[in-house]
């Protein structure tokens, strides 16, 4: 069984920043400068691609700079931990010194992460935030996971990844009400939609108009995903906040839209492409909506440091819908 210190990680990343300066000092007489504002912990399976999750990573560091520690989950293969460290680094524009953060790389089989809070705690660098991405719906599910997102300041998911939207939803309403801040990038998707709806309403005279009844209709290319039920979700609170009876529905349909129809207004936004289309009463307008990747929904989520009383409410009305929409 191979195993993992803490302190001979934390002697190759020493060992590797003393190298890593003579290197800059030879190249421009100027060495290297080490950034880091958060430790950023990375749960993602072995079959993922190596070369997209480090693309997302490198491309979050100049922004982001942080601690990366890579876990990539083996499976049902042999109880086994083993590890690498290495430096993710970028020159600023006009500048002849480079900027480098730290990245620990840890192969782990399932049987061995109850191993792995020993082994993460002593990498986090103390006084600073640690974030726990985990991009695998399966480990989730798993005892050993709770072990991990106890030690977190925050932990980052995708509700989109699981198959069942109330078990994903019973996840993270578990998880926010043990005391736990969540985040979804399902929820993070969702961004720039709730914007160009919010400017519909800006006018005043378009939120007259929303007195009395009010039916909304959210679809998704899904029979039902977390999207659509956060979005729902959040337009129903909002309304009924200003006094309104909304009737909410879920549908499958070949594109995502949002459809809000009152006895004095209809309103439509459709994604077409990377084109959001806002449709009132008949009159559309466009905006350029490029579908979100993971380095665009993770530099979002990275910069909420506190509790997001909005997303959480949305979250408890979302697992309502999820299961009165059966």
């Avoid at 709770?146 to 109330?166: H, I, N, P, Y």
Wanted: hydrophobic content about 45%; charged content about 20%.
């Amino acid at each position: 069984m191979a195993t993992v210190a803490p302190e001979s990680i934390l002697k190759q990343l020493a060992e590797l920043w003393v190298t890593m300066g003579k290197e800059g000092q030879e190249e421009s007489g100027q060495g290297v400068l080490r950034a880091c504002t958060m430790t950023l912990v990375v749960l993602a399976e072995e079959s993922e691609d190596v070369s997209n999750l480090g693309e997302t990573l490198a491309a979050l560091m100049p922004e982001h700079p942080a601690r990366a520690i890579v876990i990539r989950l083996r499976g049902t293969a042999e109880r086994a931990l083993s590890e690498r460290v290495y430096a993710q680094c970028w020159m600023p524009f006009g500048q002849r010194r480079q900027i480098c953060c730290e990245q620990v790389e840890i192969m782990a089989s399932d049987a061995a992460l109850a191993d792995l809070p020993s082994v993460v705690l002593p990498l986090a660098v103390p006084d600073l935030p640690l974030i726990l991405w985990c991009r695998s719906a399966r480990v989730l599910a798993r005892p050993e996971f709770r072990q991990l997102a106890e030690m977190a300041t925050r932990v980052v998911m995708d509700s989109s990844g699981f198959a069942d939207t109330k078990l994903a939803f019973e996840w993270l309403t578990g998880m926010v009400s043990s005391g736990l801040l969540v985040g979804d990038l399902a929820w993070t998707r969702l961004t720039r939609w709730r914007e160009m709806l919010s400017q519909v309403f800006e006018n005043r005279k378009n939120l007259e108009r929303l007195a009395g009844p009010v039916r909304v209709v959210a679809s998704d290319t899904g029979p039902i995903t977390t999207r659509a039920l956060y979005f729902a979700a959040w337009i129903q609170n909002g309304l009924e906040s200003l006094g309104a009876q909304v009737r909410v529905s879920i549908r499958q349909a070949p594109s995502p839209s949002i459809e809000l129809a009152g006895d004095g207004i209809a309103v439509r936004l459709e994604r077409q492409g990377e084109t959001l289309v806002a449709t009132v009463d008949g009159a559309s307008q466009c905006t350029n909506l490029p579908l979100p990747n993971d380095y665009l929904l993770l530099r979002e989520e990275l910069a909420i440091v506190r509790r997001d009383p909005v997303f959480e409410k949305t979250l408890a009305s979302a697992a309502r819908l999820a299961y009165a929409t059966e």
